[in-house]
């Protein structure tokens, strides 16, 4: 079956860190670009990272640059995203998703179920 | 960055429905742009890539148009199932952007 999982997720007290994991199966994973797109509670959709199939290339969006990683194990089928110097306004289901493509995840065509951080002290 | 803007931000339709939302950009996105289905509580989903490209699966009824920076998306015939938030997003450049929702309720 095709699906991602994400794990990770939980209570954070601001300034604190936490890495999310998203599990991938039934397709090729290392073909295939991969995003982590956020929503706070009652929002809309924010996309965060994205990291190219060989992991060359890993666009932020300005709102977590310098405090977030992107990565990823080929062999393990899994994308990460690290996340340091959590703020409040970081509080979101984060969602693990499948771009349509090796180089870019521009179309979004895949997701997980999504993984809940609080940042709460 | 490339905002993006849709209208509404709610409608309230019955089964059997023409509806329309539609989505604009800040800047010309030729054809690069992409809708996505959100019921609540669940992940969203795909259902239309480079404006007209229905996804594997996703019924008829649903349609998409547009170009430059004025899109449309338009459900013909309203379903129960069909009850859902709706979010385009510009896949032109990053940041990749969405617009801020469509929730479409019961009458």
């Known amino acids: 079956e095709v699906q991602l999982l994400e794990s990770g997720g939980g209570l954070v007290q601001p300034g604190g860190s936490l890495r999310l994991s998203c599990a991938a199966s039934?397709?090729?994973?290392?073909?295939?670009?991969m995003a982590w797109v956020r929503q706070a509670p009652g929002k809309g959709l924010e996309w965060v990272s994205s990291?190219?199939?060989?992991?060359?290339?890993?666009p932020y969006a300005d709102s977590v640059k310098g405090r977030c990683t992107i990565s990823r194990d080929n062999s393990k089928n899994t994308v990460y995203l690290q996340m340091n110097s959590l703020r409040a306004e970081d509080t979101a289901v984060y969602y693990c998703?499948?771009?349509?493509?090796?180089?870019?995840?521009?179309?979004?065509?895949?997701w997980g179920r999504g993984a809940l951080v609080t940042v709460s002290s | 960055d490339i905002q993006m803007t849709q209208s509404p931000s709610s409608l309230s339709a019955s089964v059997g429905d023409r509806v329309t939302i539609t989505c604009r950009a800040s800047?010309?996105?030729?054809?690069?742009l992409n809708w996505y289905q959100q019921k609540p509580g669940k992940a969203p989903m795909l259902l239309i890539s480079?404006?007209?490209s229905l996804q594997g699966g996703v019924p008829s009824r649903f349609g998409g148009s547009g170009s430059g920076t004025d899109f449309t998306l338009t459900i013909s015939s309203l379903q129960p199932e069909d009850f859902a938030a709706y979010y385009c997003?510009?896949?032109?450049?990053?940041?990749?952007?969405f617009g801020q929702g469509t929730k479409v309720e019961i009458k």
């Open positions: 997003q510009q896949s032109y450049n990053t940041p990749w952007t």
């Open positions: 800047q010309s996105i030729s054809r690069y």
């Open positions: 480079t404006t007209s």
């Open positions: 998703a499948k771009g349509d493509s090796y180089v870019s995840s521009s179309t979004f065509d895949l």
């Open positions: 039934g397709f090729t994973f290392s073909n295939y670009a």
């Open positions: 990291i190219s199939g060989s992991g060359g290339n890993t």
